[in-house]
């Protein structure tokens, strides 16, 4: 079973900047798809980037000029690189393994 904890929200003003992290246990994430996913308050979830265990990433369209994903193996984490933030990035933010297996999320709150 794998196992995946979120780090690394908080609260922070608009253009500010946060790496969110997704620590894995029970696989290595060289093997794995790690998917981030948010949800804002009243929302549905969204996708915000993913990395396959191939190393090919993607990044919504949304965000695409201000988040990354990349991982590293060392330290078997998915990082989600978040710069010039804004409000509407405020969300619970997610990583999964893509079948059915959630992290219990990390709250980023933008303020403006």
């Known amino acids: 079973q794998v196992r995946l904890v979120e780090s690394g929200g908080g609260l922070v003003q608009a253009g500010g900047s946060l790496r969110l992290s997704c620590a894995a246990s029970g696989r290595a994430v060289s093997r794995m798809f790690i998917g981030w996913y948010r949800q804002a308050p009243g929302k549905q979830r969204e996708f915000v980037a993913s990395?396959?265990?191939?190393?090919?990433?993607t990044v919504a369209y949304a965000v695409k000029d201000r988040f990354a994903i990349s991982g590293d193996n060392a330290q078997n984490t998915v990082y989600l690189q978040m710069n010039n933030l804004k409000p509407e990035d405020t969300a619970v933010y997610y990583c999964?393994?893509?079948?059915?297996?959630w992290g219990q999320g990390t709250q980023v709150t933008v303020s403006s």
């Open positions: 990395l396959t265990s191939g190393g090919s990433s």
């Open positions: 999964t393994t893509g079948s059915n297996n």
